[in-house]
């Protein structure tokens, strides 16, 4: 499948996502309107007699000293709570349970965007666990599904990779094999090469500067990245890897060359028909090629994707704002 194909099919995918994600974002409801109490004409209260009050003052003693203890064991279990949250930081997590160092943000506010942070500044590097981790939290999440669902589609359409055949077994497979291009291509450029050459899969947000600047800068990152101690490097990860993920992809289970047959109506022969292989070097340079084009897209998107991501959020609010606040009840008067 072409770049130009897979590009278009991003930029639909995306805005049907972020149509149904703005569409099931709950309205805050409109708080109901409490009745007013109806007035009640009060009765003279009887008169407590001594030792009603002793007793009385004797339970309210009882209470505040229960209350007193109270708020101490509250205080210390505040203070547990704040040490365990210390600790959790150091270990390197946060509140949600993730990996320190990495967002929860998607792109489109969907696509898994888990690598990306804003700003440039100095951060803790990641471990190798916490690579991986990261990486298959964002390979395998659901979202992905219909990503694949959609390439396999078009690429169905197109009779690409005609050895995978047609009808289901055919789409089948190239749901399976878009899904293992995928998931190899990430591993490769974001946890296994990083892992092994100690560099920073993460992309950091610029923020600064024209779009042009900002553009070129996101587009840079396939070439320069940082090493786990914050120095500039040349992206290996990203060149080596996405190779490597290329010739492994192109050269296991994506098609072998093949025969098949026609009925030639003319010559009434049956005319056999040789079919190319696609396990061939200038076809593995070309998914090599669309694969780091479109990893310099992606980053291109997410250079600016936090810059959208707040406008939405600020049209969402000023929405919500604007509208108008239901009258509450008046009060009904008692007898």
């Known amino acids: 499948m072409s770049l130009s194909t897979r590009i278009v099919l991003l930029l639909a995918t995306t805005a049907c996502f972020s149509f149904l994600a703005l569409a099931q974002q709950a309205t805050p409801e409109t708080p109901a309107a409490n009745p007013s109490a109806q007035n009640v004409p009060a009765s003279n209260p009887p008169v407590p007699d001594a030792q009603t009050t002793n007793s009385s003052a004797a339970q309210q003693s009882s209470s505040n000293q229960n209350a007193g203890q109270n708020s101490d064991k509250d205080k210390d279990d505040k203070n547990k709570e704040k040490n365990k949250d210390k600790n959790k930081t150091a270990q390197g997590t946060n509140a949600q349970g993730k990996n320190a160092g990495t967002s929860n943000d998607r792109l489109f506010l969907a696509l898994p965007n888990f690598l990306t942070l804003e700003g440039s500044g100095q951060v803790a590097p990641l471990t190798t666990g916490q690579k991986f981790k ?49 998931a190899i291509e990430n591993f490769m450029t974001s946890a296994v090469f990083p892992s092994l050459l100690h560099q920073d899969p993460r992309f950091f947000q610029s923020g600064k500067g024209g779009f042009g600047h900002r553009t070129g800068y996101a587009i840079s990152r396939i070439f320069v990245t940082r090493t ?94 604007a509208e108008p606040a239901s009258a509450n009840p008046s009060p009904q008067a008692g007898p």
């Open 134 to 182: 990261v990486v298959a939290r964002g390979a395998f999440d659901k979202v992905q599904l219909p990503w694949y669902l959609s390439l396999a589609a078009i690429s169905q359409a197109e009779n690409s990779e005609p050895g995978y055949g047609q009808g289901w077994e055919g789409y089948g497979k190239r749901v399976a094999s878009a899904f293992a291009d995928g």
């Open 228 to 321: 786990d101690s914050g120095h500039s490097q040349f992206n290996y990860s990203e060149i080596l890897g996405s190779a490597l993920a290329a010739t492994i992809s192109t050269n296991t289970y994506h098609p072998r060359a093949f025969i098949t047959t026609r009925y030639d109506t003319a010559t009434n022969t049956v005319v056999y028909v040789h079919n190319a292989s696609d396990r061939t070097l200038p076809n593995t340079i070309s998914v090599w090629g669309t694969q780091v084009g479109y990893d310099a897209l992606t980053y291109a998107i997410k250079e600016f994707w936090p810059d959208v991501h707040r406008k939405m959020v600020k049209k969402h609010n000023q929405a919500m704002a």
